[in-house]
């Protein structure tokens, strides 16, 4: 790996290492700094909501990068400049806002940077898909999907002690302070101009008719459903069958985490080595089995070993369908396709949430894990669809 290649995939892990600094904050802690401020669920609730929709609006802001080459410095860098820009400003902010005084203000503050973090996070991706070779994308995914993992665990562990032994407002100026390292590594990435033929074009949007991208879409809609909805449950399954403490919760999802670092690395050597076929009937076996083995934890011994396997599991599936989305994105409209492509995703995990969510209460934790393993299965039959055609015929022909 030339010295040029390494520094470009970690620049790529940074930016999404930031990027899971911020989901590990509004998914684990924001909830417990809110009540701390003496805010209802209720609201809470809705915060959440809010601060999400940006993520509906990815598909626009990629749509943007891909057709204004912003005061003339590129499509991509000058607004992953801005996103990260914006995030730090609000992240410093926050602690000055009262949350119990100000909500309105407080929400309108974290939608703000949850709008900062989509713009660079669709515009890395668009970087990735206009820099990265097809032979790269098993590797590039691994460490963007890594990074963000890394980000995750780093917050749960660093960001919980400050909460409890320093002060709330250096949780904000610590999240600011972690998403300065991009700032310095992004200027060495060199942007190169669209080449003639990818330049943005309306008529790139009939890809979305062909049918390996409709199964494609399909087959993330339930991996999504599947993997995200079984993570929801694994604390609170723990919680319920061994009462478990909050700090060993954390630690869990420290292990967790710690596996998907290993499945990320996984999943882009098997995508790299073995092919789009293959590597995603391993993704798919390894989820059936890492997630219905949950079903069988009796002690505490094996659940260290299950839970970090299903990490496993989260970021091979992660790893080999955002390489593989990357694959049947037309350059033409790269951002805003491969957004298209993630806000499926994103359904899917919202139907994940609420199904398992209801399972449980209805069948239990562990028949749920068993479900949700065995709907593994339901994917096997769009995989002709998306590998039986050639990709030349979903992707413009090179100019």
């Not at 620049?11 to 509004?26: A, P």
């Not at 999802?253 to 999943?267: D, L, N, R, Y």
């Not at 989820?287 to 011994?301: D, E, G, H, M, R």
Request: glycine residues 10%; positive net charge.
């Amino acid at each position: 790996m030339t010295r040029n290649r390494s520094l470009r995939y970690f620049i790529f892990g940074l930016l999404y290492f930031t990027q899971g600094t911020i989901l590990s904050y509004f998914t684990a802690l924001n909830a417990l700094y809110l009540t701390n401020q003496g805010i209802d669920m209720t609201r809470v609730g809705i915060l959440g909501t809010i601060a999400l929709l940006p993520f509906v609006l990815k598909v626009f802001l990629g749509m943007l990068s891909d057709r204004i080459n912003l005061f003339g410095l590129g499509h991509r860098k000058p607004y992953i400049y801005i996103g990260l820009a914006i995030q730090i400003v609000c992240l410093i902010l926050v602690p000055f806002i009262d949350a119990a005084a100000n909500f309105s203000l407080f929400v309108i503050i974290a939608f703000i940077l949850q709008s900062g973090m989509a713009l660079y996070d669709t515009c890395t991706d668009g970087l990735a898909l206009d820099t990265t070779p097809e032979s790269e994308h098993g590797t590039i995914q691994s460490f963007m999907v890594g990074g963000r993992a890394v980000g995750v665990i780093v917050t749960a562990s660093l960001v919980g002690l400050l909460a409890e032994h320093v002060s709330w407002n250096w949780v904000f100026w610590s999240l600011a302070i972690l998403t300065l390292p991009p700032l310095f590594f992004l200027g060495s990435m060199k942007e190169s101009q669209k080449a003639k033929g990818r330049e943005f074009n309306w008529q790139a949007f009939s890809a979305f008719k062909k049918l390996p991208v409709i199964a494609l879409s399909l087959v993330g809609f339930i991996f999504f459903l599947i993997v995200v909805g079984a993570n929801q449950l694994v604390n609170p399954y723990l919680q319920d069958k061994f009462n478990i403490s909050l700090s060993t919760a954390g630690f869990f999802t420290t292990i967790w985490g710690v596996g998907v670092v290993a499945g990320s690395a996984f999943g882009g050597y098997i995508k790299n080595k073995i092919g789009n076929r293959n590597a995603t009937l391993i993704s798919l076996g390894v989820a059936l089995v890492s997630i219905t083995a949950l079903a069988i934890i009796n002690n505490l011994t094996l659940a260290w070993i299950l839970v970090p396997l299903f990490g496993i599991c989260y970021g091979t599936v992660q790893t080999v369908y955002y390489a593989l989305s990357m694959e049947y994105t037309d350059p033409r409209i790269a951002a805003t396709m491969f957004s298209i492509l993630m806000a499926v995703t994103n359904i899917g995990q919202g139907v994940g949430l609420g199904l398992t969510g209801f399972l449980s209460d209805q069948v239990g934790f562990g028949n749920t894990f068993i479900i949700m393993g065995l709907l593994n299965l339901a994917i096997l039959p769009f995989l002709p669809m998306i590998f039986g055609r050639r990709k030349n015929q979903i992707l413009p022909k090179p100019v």
